[in-house]
């Protein structure tokens, strides 16, 4: 069985995060126009929202994707008042 060599200093997390690769490629990120923004919900909502995702949603849509479809929808619908 062979050693491993642990003479190398850990990577930092800024390290880390910055050689990771995944799915999506970090330009692809860059050019979406879309800003995290976090958003307060009632245990109501996201009930709901968790049986809209296991009953009817699509398999590509994602909760976050539900949200925004149904803020784009009823600002519409404001707008259009």
Do not use: C, H, W
Not at 12 to 39: H, N, P, Q, R, W
């Amino acid at each position: 069985m062979q050693k491993k060599d642990y003479s190398e200093s850990p990577k930092t997390a800024d390290d880390f995060v910055s050689s990771a690769t995944g799915e999506t490629a970090l330009s692809e990120i860059k050019k979406s126009k879309k800003k995290l923004v976090t958003v307060y919900l009632s245990l109501e909502i996201i009930d709901r929202l968790n049986l809209f995702v296991e009953t009817e949603a699509k398999r590509s849509e994602s909760k976050s994707v539900i949200v925004e479809k149904a803020l784009e929808m009823f600002l519409e619908s404001r707008l259009s008042k």
